[in-house]
């Protein structure tokens, strides 16, 4: 579902739509649903609620799969980043020989790349979580209206 138009008509008899691109508008906050989620039960078909809602379900599988991903990264670099600072810390490899001056060097940028990379996977791991949780708020709020509606 890329856009949901709700048709609705206004407090004066008014014919008024809203239209939201559903990529950027949701998920949504609690006090936006509260506007949006009557409106939608309230004038759109059963299978557009359907398709919004499955929209719904649909990116928070998406969210997980990301953070799934993105945890894989995060724990690599990690680990990486930690062999690197050993190597560095020593100035021996892990089998005992002494590490070059041109590694050394080597070692202390890839540190930063390391770093980089799982600050970069951490906050992606970050985010995926919070909208998998503002995902399922929106599922959880919008089967509420639709069972205040009796849909």
């Known amino acids: 579902m890329e ?3 709700i048709d609705y008509r206004n407090e004066s008899g008014g014919e008024c739509f809203m239209e939201l691109n559903c990529a950027v508008f949701f998920p949504c906050t609690k006090r936006d649903a509260k506007i ?11 299978e557009t609620i359907h398709e919004l809602k499955q929209h719904f379900v649909n990116a928070k599988e998406l969210c997980e799969e990301a953070l799934k991903t993105y945890s894989k990264k995060h724990a690599e ?33 890839d540190l930063m790349w390391q770093k980089a990379q799982s600050r970069e996977s951490l906050d992606e791991v970050k985010r995926n979580r919070r909208l998998i949780s503002k995902y399922a708020e929106n599922i959880e709020l919008l089967e509420q209206y639709l069972a205040k509606q009796g849909v």
């Open 3 to 5: 856009k949901l138009r």
């Open 77 to 109: 670099s990690s680990q990486k980043a930690s062999e690197t600072l050993e190597l560095i810390a020593t100035g021996k490899h892990p089998s005992g020989v002494k590490v070059t001056a041109e590694e050394l060097s080597t070692a202390r940028n």
């Open 36 to 46: 949006v989620f009557p409106l939608a039960v309230k004038n759109c078909t059963s």
